[in-house]
């Protein structure tokens, strides 16, 4: 099933998948052609998108767009739904080691626009719920909630709130007032220990007040005991030590892929489907045994094209550090058609990226990894982590992605920039991608082609 | 020294008894006066904090991280500024003792900042004092609300947080002047502080047929009042004015009785239990505020006030319409259309009629 590695549209994969097919290809029960996704799905955008062509990719992709499908099944087989929002990566640790739970993230709905090309109007009937265009495209989330037609309504919703972002903050709000009660916990605004003050060390090579630790961990221990609840079983802490250990092991994998690919000559995997694989550690697409396995498929070719120097984007590709997760998917693969490569990123969620440590006891463990999150602390933290980043991929510039409407945005951009600049002095971009960014590629284009301009003229 | 607070729930109790000046930043001099920041997204609140920050080089800022906007807006003068900036941790859960204990905490760590700035440690009493002091105030406030004309109430509150002060015109019986705490010196008055309560015939009273409305939302700084005035000429009257630092941030001295030892704790508590906002989750306190009073004064429509970039109180127009069956105009601060408003607002009174 070895091919050359390389890029295929929608209409390519129809025959790779028929090559593979007859090659003796094996799939997962989820597997399948990727067209099927378009003419029974409506996820329309596929048909503007480049896929890898390995059948590791095939994997990938069938598991992320199945995940409704999956998440309705689980509930017909009597599974409990659980709703986590906006921590992105912490309750599902706790959720997937209790039996009969089933954690997702609705926010990951806010892709649903983009897959669809709008063709759900989940945006415009967000406008009718009074969340219009100001907020992010999380807001899609609001009215899939309420048709039903997406995910299955969960059992219970458990929110990370305080030091999260406005938009979202306000759209689990407005949800709870539409009759979906939600178990609130806090996330403080994280902060550096004063001195002499007790402080502990977070995954990230990050510090905090053991205060702060201490009521997260408290919270942490009222959200185990919803879940607890919700399985008939106690989440003791051998239990969770044991949840913690199986997302080590996918985080692991992550971080082995992430190296591998990022600091490669060439690209031996291309930018949209590493963006898919990092998607997975922050509640694995909703089936932790399936993720170990579906990266660990991406790993073995990843390897195994690095072995031959087989790249799907070239040695002379600019090296990209990326911030913020695209609305559109199809940026990424914009980024490469206009010369450009991932080698690194930060998209939102490095906390569900590090090991959670497991010499500690695993509920303060699990405290510390959810208070690395990069948006619940200082801007010039994440930007320090974004240097120390760039450094390990050797990036030569810093593309920052606006998110449409998100609070954080106003301000981080700049204060990254500053930050970049002046440690590393790479040039840096910030550029905003809409749901369906096909009306922008003009400006995008100048913008992002204007970047690997300056970007090979320092060469 | 001076040190300005931008949330209400940030006790100017608890700056007062460590001997450096509280400054609540809505009628503070020049503030929130530059023209709105046209960076996209940008709250000009928060914006208008920063430049504060920037600008009062011989004062201290206390930032609050309720909101995306401050918290970020924070981070960058963090790093010029930073002996003289603070951020505090509010929590936004209220229903945890882990809430009480983040609050708590940062009271403590406020304390420590504000002594690094040249202050003391309160001396025993000082706190329950001042408790009483400010509470006494605030009841006082409360008590106008009831004849007090909406834009010198604005005023008033104003004032008290940004003095601990209380000016109210001299109106239909109510002692006046009445002032507590300490009068404010020349360098912070506000440029248009004087402003002079409406006397019977005088064409600025609302006439009796004036329509009732409640103006609910974000921070209301001096230079946006004049929204009052135009609410005022467009034949509306503000009988509950739940805006940031309006009659929201005012809770009623119920504690007073258990003051003394436990001063501190019933600092924290009182704060956290009367803390009544939008970004609280769940922010059902201050629908449950609302509708007593909204029902009790019988007001006919809520214009929502906000600054453009807010989603938390933005999100809140649709659920406010549906939770109390009243009209609810969206208003927001834009100086690109400066007729836009009244344009809305006339409507608004218009289809009220």
Redesign the interface.
């Known amino acids: 099933m070895t091919s050359i590695a390389r890029k295929l549209s929608l209409d390519e994969w129809d025959a790779r998948y028929e090559q593979l097919t007859r090659a003796g290809l094996r799939e997962p029960a989820y597997g399948g052609p990727l067209r099927r996704h378009v003419l029974l799905e409506g996820d329309l955008r596929l048909r503007q998108l480049r896929f890898d062509n390995s059948a590791a990719a095939l994997r990938l992709w069938n598991f992320l767009l199945t995940e409704n499908q999956r998440l309705h099944a689980a509930r017909a087989q009597g599974e409990k739904i659980i709703g986590t929002m906006k921590d992105l990566g912490t309750v599902p640790v706790m959720a997937y080691v209790l039996p009969g739970l089933r954690a997702f993230y609705p926010d990951g709905a806010w892709w649903t626009p983009c897959l669809m090309e709008c063709s759900d109007g989940l945006l415009q009937q967000a406008e009718q ?3 219009d265009a ?2 992010c495209p999380v807001r899609a989330m609001l009215p899939a909630f309420q048709n039903g037609e997406h995910f299955p309504r969960p059992d219970a919703l458990i ?1 990370s ?3 999260v ?3 979202f ?6 949800l ?2 539409m009759g979906f009660p ?1 178990v ?3 996330m ?2 994280r ?1 550096p220990p ?1 001195p002499d003050e007790p402080a502990c060390a977070l995954p990230g090579e990050l510090c905090a007040p053991q ?1 702060q630790v201490d ?1 997260v961990r ?2 942490l221990e ?1 959200v185990g005991q919803v879940l607890s609840g919700l399985a008939g079983q106690p989440l003791d802490t051998g239990t969770l030590a044991r949840g913690i250990r199986k997302a080590n092991e996918v985080r692991r994998l992550l971080a082995h892929l992430r190296r591998v690919v990022y600091t490669s000559p060439g690209a031996p995997l291309p930018a949209l489907e590493l963006l898919v694989a990092e998607m997975l550690a922050i509640h694995f697409c909703s089936d932790q045994e399936e993720t170990v396995g579906v990266l660990t498929d991406l790993l073995a070719e990843a390897e195994a094209r690095l072995q031959r120097k087989q790249y799907v984007v070239d040695e002379a590709a600019v090296r990209v550090f990326w911030v913020n997760p695209v609305a559109d998917l199809r940026a990424m693969n914009l980024l490469e058609d206009w010369g450009g490569r991932v080698c690194g990123s930060d998209y939102m969620f490095t906390h569900a990226l590090d090991l959670i440590p497991e010499d500690l006891p695993p509920l303060e463990a699990l405290a510390r990894t959810a208070l690395a999150d990069p948006m619940v602390g ?3 933290e994440r930007a320090c982590r974004i240097v120390t980043d760039c450094r390990a991929g050797r990036a030569e510039a810093v593309v920052i992605s ?1 998110i449409p ?8 951009g ?2 990254i920039r500053e930050t970049v600049r002046a440690d590393l002095g790479i040039p840096t971009i910030e550029l ?1 991608v809409p749901p369906i960014c096909d009306a922008m590629l003009p400006t995008l284009a100048s913008r992002l082609q204007a970047l690997m301009e300056t970007v090979r003229a320092r060469r | 020294m001076e040190v300005f607070y931008t949330s209400p729930w940030v006790p100017p109790e608890w700056i007062k008894a460590h001997g450096l000046e509280p400054r609540g930043v809505w009628l503070a001099r020049d503030f929130a006066c530059e023209p709105l920041p046209l960076a996209a997204g940008v709250c000009a609140f928060a914006n208008a904090v920063v430049r504060l920050a920037e600008r009062q080089a011989g004062s201290a800022v206390i930032f609050t991280s309720h909101c995306d906007q401050l918290r970020r807006g924070f981070d960058t003068v963090a790093g010029a500024a930073a002996p003289r900036v603070f951020l505090f941790n509010l929590p936004v859960t209220w229903q945890t003792p882990v809430a009480e204990r983040i609050f708590a905490d940062e009271l403590r760590r406020l304390g420590r900042f504000l002594v690094g700035l040249g202050g003391h440690a309160p001396a025993p009493g000082d706190v329950a004092e001042l408790m009483t002091e400010y509470s006494q105030a605030r009841q006082c406030l409360l008590d106008a609300v009831a004849w007090c004309p909406a834009r010198e109430y604005a005023e008033a509150v104003a004032r008290f947080h940004l003095d601990g002060s209380v000016n109210l015109p001299p109106e239909r019986g109510c002692p006046q002047p009445q002032r507590y705490g300490q009068q404010h010196g020349d360098d912070i008055l506000p440029r248009a502080a004087t402003s002079v309560a409406a006397a019977p015939g005088d064409s600025r009273a609302p006439g009796p047929n004036a329509i009732p409305l409640a103006l609910v939302g974000g921070p209301l700084p001096e230079s946006q009042m004049p929204l009052l005035d135009a609410i005022e000429k467009g034949g509306g009257r503000v009988v509950l004015n739940a805006t940031e630092a309006g009659e929201r941030s005012l809770w009623p001295a119920s504690l007073l009785v258990q003051l003394q030892d436990n001063a501190f704790d019933l600092l924290a508590r009182g704060y956290l239990a009367n803390c009544v906002d939008v970004f609280q989750r769940p922010n059902t306190r201050l629908y449950d505020w609302l509708r007593g009073r909204l029902a009790a004064r019988q007001v006919r429509g809520i214009v929502l006030w906000h600054y453009v970039g807010c989603d938390l109180w933005r999100a809140e127009a649709q659920p406010m319409r549906e939770a109390f069956g009243l009209p609810v105009l969206l208003l927001d601060a834009d100086e690109t259309a400066p007729n836009r408003n009244t344009g809305r607002l006339e409507a608004f009174l218009e289809s009220l009629r």
């Open positions: 719920l009074g969340i100001s907020f929110c709130t305080g030091a972002c406005d938009d903050s306000a759209i689990a709000q407005r709870e007032k939600i609130w916990w806090e403080p605004r902060r004063d205060v009521c408290t919270e009222r200082s801007t010039r606006r409407g998100a609070s954080h945005c106003a301000r981080e700049a204060l905003e």
